[in-house]
């Protein structure tokens, strides 16, 4: 069974614009969750999204937003980057709702911002 | 609120010696532990889960935790340390709609 796949692995962009993240799960796993990885600040849940709705959010500002399809494909959107947004951006899928269910992660994409 | 925290952000050791990787954590509710692996340029992987069943967990790669709710941890232990061991660890806590990870550690295996 194909692992959970991030597109794309790399990514550069400059302040203020905004960029769009893609997670596929594992085939049958209907719940995606987002983090975000940084050297000073380690590893932070963004938010969960299980059957298309957003389940679960951690700290983090609005310019920080996702989806999920219904092929429980997800998206995460930031918008009005930030220089602090440079980081490992992390999906991870899982068969049911819930953040105690055992994660998969995938390799991350690497967001640098300029 | 949850917290954990991994005491020692490097722990060196030789091949073949004890590991020995702390975390402590804080929980309001009875928590799900985690231990996870990062390789360098991959994402996370799990080695093992605590979910109230036992509190001797064993994992992959040999590696075992023992959740001990009177002192609020769960150590990450593996009793010969292999060369491919050598990586960053993770422990992380869930509940309330939330997991917090701790910061790391990153184990160095000396030949």
């Known amino acids: 069974k194909a692992g959970v796949t991030q597109t794309p692995r790399y990514l550069i962009k400059t302040r203020g614009q905004q960029v769009t993240l893609s997670c596929s799960p594992i085939?049958?796993?209907?719940?995606v969750s987002w983090y975000q990885q940084t050297p000073g600040q380690g590893l932070q849940f963004l938010f969960e999204?299980?059957?298309?709705?957003?389940?679960n959010k951690g700290n983090f500002p609005g310019r920080f937003s996702g989806r999920q399809f219904s092929n429980s494909r997800s998206e995460m959107n930031v918008s009005t980057l930030e220089l602090g947004d440079s980081a490992l951006y992390l999906c991870?899928?899982?068969?049911?709702?819930?953040?105690?269910?055992?994660?998969?992660f995938g390799p991350g994409t690497r967001l640098t911002v300029l | 609120a949850q917290s954990v925290t991994q005491l020692g952000s490097h722990v060196s050791v030789s091949e073949g010696a004890l590991v020995l990787l702390r975390c402590n954590y804080s929980?309001?509710?009875?928590?799900?532990l985690f231990w996870y692996v990062q390789y360098p340029n991959q994402g996370l992987q799990l080695l093992l889960k605590?979910?109230?069943?036992?509190?001797l967990v064993k994992g992959i790669n040999g590696f075992e935790a023992e959740f001990k709710k009177s002192e609020t941890s769960f150590h990450l232990t593996k009793p010969s340390a292999h060369m491919s061991d050598a990586a960053e660890y993770f422990c992380?806590?869930?509940?309330?709609?939330?997991?917090?990870f701790g910061a790391g550690t990153r184990l160095t295996v000396k030949p």
């Open positions: 999204y299980f059957s298309e709705t957003q389940r």
């Open positions: 929980s309001s509710v009875p928590p799900y």
């Open positions: 992380a806590v869930s509940g309330n709609n939330d997991m917090r």
């Open positions: 605590y979910t109230s069943a036992a509190t």
């Open positions: 991870a899928s899982s068969i049911g709702q819930g953040l105690e269910d055992t994660q998969y």
């Open positions: 085939s049958g796993h209907r719940s």
